[in-house]
């Protein structure tokens, strides 16, 4: 087996193409040959020593993967070997081969492409959750989806058209903005040039937005609170803004956590707004409510609903530019791994 491996934590130089033992699944598992891999901002914040979930170097990340079922486990009946598939993995994906739990491993449906099987998990379990169970998105709302562009960004943009009735707000650089409108949203933000708090009030005429999807953290969860309609929910998802250059600062970490802002209950209840948090790999033990969500996911997909952006796939081998290209927020939906 070969794997991107993080030899250490800093810049991406450290990512090292490493070899083993391909892996041997045990009772409720198998093993994936793997075509494509996900890669996702938690893995640069892994790289650089801000992800407290990842294993300690050397590590090997990767949270989606698609290809073919090479060998099954104890117990395994379904999918057999040979089957084509995507699936979660808790960490490991970004390698030849993985071992995945068998109940979160789902056979493509018709017409869908490796690389579109591998760009759909966590982009869009994430948005699904956010937008439906989390957020209850109905016709008639407004949402603000923060780095708009990128992978959960477009999976929410489309999730929120197929909901019907929907106004959308994007943050995204203005190079992005073209494309962002064409895709659906209806009030792109460029986050580098304008204010986007003050641009929210201007076009909302002080009203506010119904519901923030924000992977920033921070000060802009305060800036994301201030700027809820009444009713509003602010979902956080992430915190992208602790992760600044290629290597870890301290500086900005301690600047950034000092800056979050504290809910009180009794200002929720006075302020008629919700917050909430969502991680979806602490949800990989709810195999019931991912599955359920994976099937809806299919049957939009199935309508034409729903299809994943893929920006670009990269060898496992040039792992380094592949972390520079997503940290450097150049792509415009998912970037992927070619693990053949």
């Known amino acids: 087996m070969r794997a991107l491996t993080i030899s250490r934590h800093g810049g ?3 990512l090292e193409v490493r070899t083993g033992p391909d892996p041997v699944p045990g009772p409720g598992q ?3 040959r793997v075509a494509r891999a996900g890669l996702n901002f938690a893995d640069v914040s892994a ?3 801000l992800y407290p979930d990842a294993p ?3 590590a090997v990340m990767g949270y989606e993967v698609s290809g073919t ?3 099954v486990g104890p117990g395994v009946t379904t999918p057999p070997a040979g089957t084509t598939v995507l699936a979660m993995t808790r960490f490991g994906g970004q390698a030849t081969h993985v071992v995945a ?3 979160l491993t789902f056979p493509l449906p018709v017409g869908m492409t490796l690389d579109q099987a591998a760009a759909l998990p966590v982009n869009y379990l994430t948005a699904h959750h956010l937008l439906h169970r989390v957020g209850g998105l109905q016709p008639g709302r407004s949402v603000l989806v923060h780095m708009a562009a ?7 943009i489309q999730l929120a058209r197929a909901v019907g009735g929907v106004t959308l707000f994007g943050t995204a650089s203005a190079g992005k903005h073209s494309f962002l409108r064409q895709a659906g949203v209806d009030h792109p933000i460029d986050y580098r040039t304008q204010d986007w708090e003050a641009e929210v009030h201007r076009l909302t005429a002080g009203h506010g937005v119904d519901l923030i999807l924000d992977a920033l953290g921070g000060v802009d969860w305060e800036r994301g609170y201030r700027s809820l309609a009444p009713a509003g929910h602010l979902a956080c998802f992430g915190f992208a803004n602790l992760v600044s250059g290629t290597t870890r600062s301290w500086p900005r970490v301690l600047w950034q956590l000092a800056r979050v802002r504290r809910f009180s209950p009794l200002q929720l209840m006075n302020d008629n707004r919700t917050v909430s948090g969502s991680n979806l790999g602490h949800l990989f033990a709810e195999v019931a409510l991912l599955g359920q969500a994976m099937k809806e996911l299919f049957v939009l997909f199935r309508e034409g609903r729903i299809s994943p952006t893929v920006d670009r796939v990269f060898p496992l081998a040039e792992g380094a530019a592949a972390h520079r290209f997503l940290q450097e927020r150049r792509n415009v939906g998912k ?3 070619d693990c053949t």
């Open 47 to 49: 790289r650089v020593g």
């Open 30 to 32: 198998l093993r994936i």
């Open 101 to 103: 739990d068998a109940r």
């Open 150 to 156: 990128g992978g959960v960004g477009l999976a929410a």
């Open 69 to 71: 079922v090479d060998a």
């Open 12 to 14: 991406p130089e450290v």
């Open 335 to 337: 970037v992927l791994f």
């Open 56 to 58: 300690k170097p050397p």
